[in-house]
């Protein structure tokens, strides 16, 4: 008995030592069964969400579970390639086979210029889908599947949407690497970009050659294929969309005129209400003023036309015997500079004039100051020419404001004598398809090309010598008005238009190329 009780405390019976004792293990007991039970409930848990999170409901209203574990993160902004409005960046469309599916442009994302789109449960800022919009300021950290649900919820519905963003920008990428100016023209049914028909108050009639008379329309079915990229179709609404606020501005010789309008046409087919394109002095010709300006009044938007053949100001001497003779002078920029010079985009061109036989044998006729040059090389003559106006253009343009181009030399295709000389281009229905059978590049664009590699501002040379010498079928060539007399029709077979485009045709390619370069561009 003393060994039974030695234990128990002072002042407590066996019987309450033995009721303490069950008390406690009926606690511990209780308490496993707790803990039993939370495991339980938790492996439940877990395996539930997996299952849900791996095997999403077909239901678009859920996306979240859809997406989550999508591919890691997809940046638009990597690369300097936006579009001219800094304030938004609209991936491309990758559709751009049919006319339909470029005007479809309410169906692409939209993603601001600083905007990512992240993994798992990162932050969405200012996307936006078919004009639905988060705004950067309200945009929430997604960090949870009822935040997530709610954030993305009509926003990316799906992993289409972000592949096709991804898709986007690589296609991007591509264009950044690409020469646009190596690559062939290859037959498209899709096109051309706009009808004839639909422009005929705003071309030049030598430049309409359907309406003129010319009997076939394959000339129009070709695009231009660079060989290490796809250029994207030219999208007017987006493009106007793009240059909202802004003035574009041509300047040079018909050549320009020719892109000038074609440019026009483009963008006036993709205007809801025609009326509100206009130009700026109503006129209806375009030959003979020395500028004009088609008003896009919807979007504050510009696009005009300064005529400058030289780049350089035509001048007027006195002779010796009292009367004037023409000169050109080598020092001064055209007279209009101050007019486009703030201009928020400029492409200039000029060569054509350069081959005439003035410029050319360039006797008695080329000027600096008050030096008139007995006698001077037109290569020479020109090099002054593009010096001067490369000098201007670095003391007047704001570098920071305004994006300048210089379009290359186009290509004539006079068979059999110039221009004045009986030379001919009718018979021609099809490009040229061998590469040996284009001309030597002109020594003029390489005197350009050494003027514009040390100029301060950026120029972007649209070199398109290349790809317009494959298209001896693209020319007016008799086709050049309507309803010819019997003499005016000899008359057009001794004087054809191998140099000029007809509309639709080859300029068209020139602005898809200007088109993909604003693209890339993040400059305005």
């Known amino acids: 008995m003393a060994d039974a009780t030695k234990y128990v405390p002072i002042g407590v019976s066996s019987n309450n030592h033995f009721a303490t004792d069950l008390k406690s293990i009926f606690s511990i007991l209780k308490a496993r069964k707790t803990v039993t039970f939370a495991y339980t409930f938790t492996l439940v848990f877990v395996f539930v969400t997996v299952f849900l999170a791996f095997s999403p409901s077909s239901n678009a209203s859920s996306p979240w579970f859809t997406n989550i574990f999508s591919s890691s993160t997809t940046t638009l902004d990597s690369h300097k390639s936006q579009f001219i409005n800094k304030e938004t960046f609209k991936a491309p469309s990758l559709v751009n086979t049919t006319q339909t599916s470029v005007n479809s442009s309410q169906d692409v994302v939209s993603v601001p210029k600083n905007s990512t789109l992240q993994g798992n449960s990162t932050t969405l800022k200012g996307v936006s889908v078919k004009n639905q919009t988060l705004k950067s300021d309200e945009a929430k950290s997604v960090s949870s599947s009822d935040s997530a649900s709610s954030a993305v919820k009509g926003v990316v519905s799906n992993n289409h949407n972000v592949s096709s963003s991804r898709e986007d920008a690589e296609w991007l990428k591509s264009l950044i690497k690409c020469d646009f100016f190596d690559g062939k023209w290859v037959k498209d049914d899709s096109y051309p970009l ?78 809801k209400d025609k009326s509100r394109v206009y130009e700026a002095n109503g006129r209806v010709y375009f030959r003979g003023e020395a500028s004009y300006s088609f008003i896009f009044k919807d979007y504050d938007f510009t696009v005009e036309l300064f005529v400058s053949p030289f780049l350089v100001q035509e001048w007027e001497m006195p002779d010796k015997n009292g009367t004037k003779k023409e000169t050109l002078r080598l020092d001064l920029v055209g007279r209009s500079s101050d007019r486009y010079k703030d201009a928020d985009i400029i492409v200039f061109n000029t060569g054509h004039w350069w081959t005439h036989d003035k410029t050319s044998k360039g006797e008695d006729y080329y000027q600096e100051g008050s030096h008139v040059y007995h006698e001077l090389n037109v290569l020479e003559a020109f090099r002054k020419a593009i010096t001067t106006w490369s000098r201007w253009v670095d003391a007047n343009v704001n570098r920071s404001k305004s994006m300048v181009f210089f379009r290359g030399y186009s290509a004539s295709h006079f068979s059999g004598g110039q221009w004045n000389s009986g030379g001919a281009c009718d018979s021609e229905t099809a490009p040229i398809d061998n590469e040996k059978y284009l001309n030597e590049y002109p020594p003029k664009m390489r005197v350009l090309e050494k003027v514009l590699k040390y100029m301060k501002t950026h120029v972007t040379y649209l070199n398109i010598t290349r790809m317009t010498d494959f298209r001896k079928d693209g020319h007016p060539s008799i086709f050049r008005k309507q309803n010819l007399s019997t003499e005016e029709k000899k008359s057009a077979l001794i004087y054809q238009d191998c140099s000029h485009w007809c509309l639709p045709g080859v300029p068209d390619a020139w602005n898809e190329v200007l088109y993909a370069k604003l693209l890339m561009s993040n400059e305005i």
């Open 194 to 271: 706009y009808d004839s028909d639909s422009c005929t108050d705003f071309f030049d009639e030598q430049f309409n050659c359907i309406r003129n008379g010319r009997p076939d329309k394959n000339y129009q079915k070709y695009k231009w294929k660079p060989k290490g990229c796809n250029l994207p179709r030219l999208d007017g609404r987006r493009m106007l969309d793009m240059l909202r606020g802004k003035r574009l501005v041509f300047v040079g010789d018909s050549l320009n005129r020719n892109m000038w309008e074609s440019l026009i046409c483009i963008l006036r087919n993709a205007v």
